[in-house]
């Protein structure tokens, strides 16, 4: 679901702002999207309510990235006896002019997949990320 719909307390919309902040600081060229999902019903139909989804924009192509834009989706479970949500996960992929080029999970094997992939070294940058994400959002 749109990050800027999943902003409803203070506690969470200082969250998302976080998560975006930290990309930014490792990807200073990138513009944040805190609504990727257009608002249609089919569309809709295939978002998790329970995730916060980001968009990432560069201002061209990046060879380093071979993207143009990202897409983070933070992935959350509810302890039905507390009502406590709580990361779970999250997916990054990446997409040009063609659709998504890769994408990589961390809920598996932490390893890119798809028809081409970030350097090894802004993969990394990737991963550091993400795991700066999941630890940000692990008490939520």
């Known amino acids: 679901m749109n990050a800027a719909e999943q902003a ?3 506690e969470r919309t200082s969250k ?5 902040n930290l990309f930014k600081t490792a990807f200073p060229d990138a513009r944040s999207d805190l609504k990727p999902w257009v608002n249609d019903p089919d569309t809709q139909e295939l978002i998790d309510p329970e995730s916060i989804d980001i968009g ?8 380093l990235l071979q993207s143009r834009s990202l897409l ?5 479970y509810e302890d039905r006896q507390t009502g ?4 779970i996960g999250a997916e990054i992929a990446g997409f040009d002019h063609r659709g998504k080029q890769w994408w990589l999970s961390t809920i598996e094997n932490w390893t890119f ?3 081409s992939y970030p350097t090894q070294e802004m993969g990394e940058k990737l991963k550091a990320f993400l795991r700066s994400v999941l630890e940000l959002f692990s008490g939520q």
């Open 16 to 20: 998302i702002a976080a998560a975006a």
């Open 72 to 76: 983070l989706q933070i992935r959350f």
């Open 8 to 10: 409803t307390s203070l």
């Open 56 to 63: 990432f924009h560069f201002p061209g192509f990046s060879r």
């Open 84 to 87: 406590e949500k709580r990361a």
């Open 113 to 115: 997949e798809g028809n």
